[in-house]
Every structure is written in C-alpha cells, then in structure tokens.
C-alpha cells in the first residue's frame, strides 16, 4: 500500500487535469486570510448542527443543514475566486461553462458527503430526473467497469483508491467522450452551477480549453490550475462527513444513486421541514390551482367544517 502511493506521488505523473496539484504562493496565502476564515466559520457552523449521525438513523437532515451547506460552498467558491484574482486566472476556462465544457468530460468528480447532500436535493425535483439517474447508473457502472477489468489484485471488489487500476481506468472511461449528465447538452452550462462539486469549482484550464476533451490528441498536455480547499479545511469537512455516517461513495455518480436508494427516491428534508411530495411516476406532485372554481369551493368548505369545529 505504502510502495504503491510512493510510486504514485513519484514516479507516475497525473493523467487527469483535476490530479495536477497547484501550490498556493505564500503571498497569495496571506492575501486570502479571510476568505478562509470565512469557510472555516461555515464548516465551524456545520459541525455544530445538533444531530448530523442522525441523518443516517432516520433520514432527516438537522434544522438549518442546507443553508449552512449552501453557506460553505459560497465560502469556498469565494475563496478560489479571491485565489484565482492574485494569480491572474481570469482568462482560464472553467468546467461548466460553454467555454470550458470540454472539461466535463473527465467525470465523474470527486464528492464529499455534503455535497452529494446539497446536490441531491437540488435535482430530484427536476422533471427529468428519471432520465438524469438512468444515465448517471449507465456511466457509474460503465467507470466501475474500466477501473475492474485493470485491477490485478484478487478481489475484484477493493480496490485502493490510490491503485493504478483507478487511475488508468478514469483515463479509459473518459475517453469514452460522454459528457456529465448535469451539463445542459444544447447550452454547455452546468445546471447545478451554484451547488456544483468542489472539484469542478476549484478548476482552471490555461492551455487551450480544446484539449481538456479526452479524445483530443493533446490531452495529456492540458495545464490547469486546481484551488483546493486548504488542508486544514479538508481535515474538517472529513470529520463531519464521518459523523453523517452517510458512508457516501467518493464519486458524484455513486454519491449520487446513493442518496437515491437511501431515502427510497425521496428526498432528505430537515426536521421539521414538510418533505416535497412526489406522485407515484416519481414525478413533482402537481401543485393545487387555487384559481380553479372547485378548488376555491373545495377550500369555502373546508374553512366551514373548521368553523364548525372550532364551535364545539
């Protein structure tokens, strides 16, 4: 295991974009003091939520999840702007956007638990969900496969994640040309722009935007530009993903479908939140047209039978 990651960190270059590690210069560090603070007293906000392993016990998410994890993602994104401003990478072409859509061929990304979380809820109301799952399993299973038949270990079903089965195996699967299901196919634009993985968020291409396409025969000579979370920041979004005990699959596909299974294709509403209601094709339940003649008749008796009540 040990020799393994050696020869990973030393002796095998990344073959993906995202695996490029980008060093922060010191100055830049200092000059962004703040806005790390910031994502700190966002992840410092989370952990304090009263009942995070409660989620996996009985599918509810603590009183105000959703909006301290909105809160961290805007922290972070913060962040890599403020980075991206001293280090001149205005011009860079970002995964998600039609400039630098060819990035999102290198899927499926890396996920944390809460993101997964935040993401999940944001599209199981879309109308085409259905359809979006149904291609996340194709391509999750289709990546799986890659990284499986490339595995020499015995047991087919572990496999490091610093294996050269996993690395070798994402190259394969990307090259395949298939993009992620949560980019809009006619506009190029990610349709989760605002709650989408870190790992798209943190991403500047500053070669030719072109290349960043698998299949493009300069593929292997795409610079970018990756603003992760500071260390001591990662440290602590793992630690609240192992309270979840989500035990969610690192990447966005399986992280994805997991959330799905779990809650029995519903969602993960807060205590005390009123859960969306879906109809039995899986389907936003429509809302009731109050303007309709006989809803507004149906609500006259109802508001009488409550009179009624209340005078007994």
Known sequence: MVLALFKRLLGRRPKMPRDQITRIPRAVRKATEPQVAAVQAALDELAALPGLADIALNKRAPKGFYAAAARFVAAYDAYV???????NLGTAARPGTPEGFRCCHEQPVGVSGVEALLIYRTIRPWRDFADVAKRLAELGEAQFKEIQQRHTGKDPEK???????????????????????????????????????????MHFVTTDPAWSDPRDPSFARVTARNIRLPVRQQVALMQIEKRMMLGVAPFLNAGLLQMLHFC????????????PRFAADGQP????????????????????????????
């Open 264 to 275: 029995e294709g519903q969602t993960i509403p807060e205590v005390g939140e009123a859960p």
């Open 159 to 201: 496999i490091a994640m610093t294996d050269a089965a996993v690395e070798d195996g994402r190259l394969a699967f990307a090259q395949r040309g298939d993009l992620c299901p949560l980019l809009d196919p006619q506009t190029h634009r990610c349709r989760v722009w605002d709650v989408r993985p870190n790992a798209c968020r």
């Open 285 to 312: 339940a429509p809302k009731a047209n109050r303007n309709n003649p006989s809803a507004k008749k149906f609500q006259k008796e109802r508001a009488k039978e409550r009179k009624r009540a209340a005078k007994k």
């Open 81 to 87: 702007e403020a980075v991206s401003k001293h280090m």
